[in-house]
């Protein structure tokens, strides 16, 4: 399990890059996508530009993996599991366990698989529960269309930003090109 999560932080890492200070971005300059306020409130007190990269490394740990319990399903989904800490970092945990218990909600044939669960934003054992009885009722497809559909509502809320704040457009490309996985 250490091993997947260590990979999945990597992954954002890399997609995030160093250091960058861009103008539109409301949260200021970031590096390994990680802003001033997060570094802050994680203990780190230095420039946000020389955050080291093991910083880095527990600050994803801790707030994008454990805190929100994107780790308790990386052992029996980590697909899913990187599509949630990937959503998390760019739109936080709360909303990217918003999106897989909307889908959750709709997916579970009219109540018929599992009740709906209630939507809050918090990854606890109802909504870890209703996706282990989805996917165990719809398999690797079921993966696959939980997938799909996590990437629906992650593009849709770009296109939202962006509409919302024009200053946001100057993202938009980036985000889809590199946060919108397409496939399986």
Same mark, same amino acid.
């Given at each position: !399990?250490?091993?997947?999560?260590?990979?999945?932080?990597?992954?954002?890492?890399?997609?995030?890059?160093?250091?960058?200070?861009? %103008?539109?971005?409301?949260?200021?300059?970031?590096?390994?996508?990680? @802003?001033?306020?997060?570094?802050?409130?994680?203990?780190?007190?230095?420039?946000?530009?020389?955050?080291?990269?093991?910083?880095?490394? @527990?600050?994803?740990?801790?707030?994008?993996?454990?805190?929100?319990?994107?780790?308790?399903?990386? %052992?029996?989904?980590?697909?899913?599991?990187?599509?949630?800490?990937?959503?998390?970092?760019? !739109?936080?945990?709360?909303?990217?366990?918003?999106?897989?218990?909307?889908?959750?909600?709709? #997916?579970?044939?009219?109540?018929?698989?599992?009740?709906?669960?209630?939507?809050?934003?918090?990854?606890? %054992?109802? @909504?870890?529960?209703? #996706?282990?009885?989805?996917?165990?009722?719809?398999?690797?497809?079921? /993966?696959?269309?939980?997938?799909?559909?996590?990437?629906?509502?992650?593009? @849709?809320?770009?296109?939202?930003?962006?509409?919302?704040? /024009?200053?946001?457009?100057?993202?938009?490309?980036g985000w889809v090109l590199h946060r919108v996985q397409i496939g399986s």
């Amino acid at each position: !399990m250490i091993e997947v999560l260590h990979d999945i932080i990597q992954g954002v890492i890399a997609r995030e890059g160093g250091y960058v200070d861009h %103008p539109s971005d409301r949260g200021g300059p970031t590096m390994y996508g990680i @802003t001033s306020a997060v570094a802050r409130t994680s203990g780190y007190h230095g420039e946000i530009g020389e955050l080291p990269r093991s910083t880095a490394e @527990t600050i994803y740990w801790d707030q994008y993996i454990e805190r929100p319990g994107f780790a308790r399903i990386a %052992p029996w989904c980590p697909r899913i599991a990187q599509e949630l800490v990937d959503t998390g970092v760019n !739109m936080g945990p709360g909303t990217a366990t918003t999106f897989l218990q909307r889908a959750l909600n709709a #997916l579970n044939a009219q109540g018929h698989h599992y009740r709906d669960i209630t939507v809050d934003g918090g990854c606890g %054992p109802q @909504t870890r529960g209703a #996706l282990r009885t989805y996917l165990d009722r719809r398999g690797e497809q079921g /993966e696959i269309v939980m997938l799909r559909l996590l990437n629906c509502l992650q593009g @849709t809320r770009y296109l939202e930003l962006a509409e919302d704040r /024009e200053s946001q457009e100057d993202f938009l490309f980036g985000w889809v090109l590199h946060r919108v996985q397409i496939g399986s």
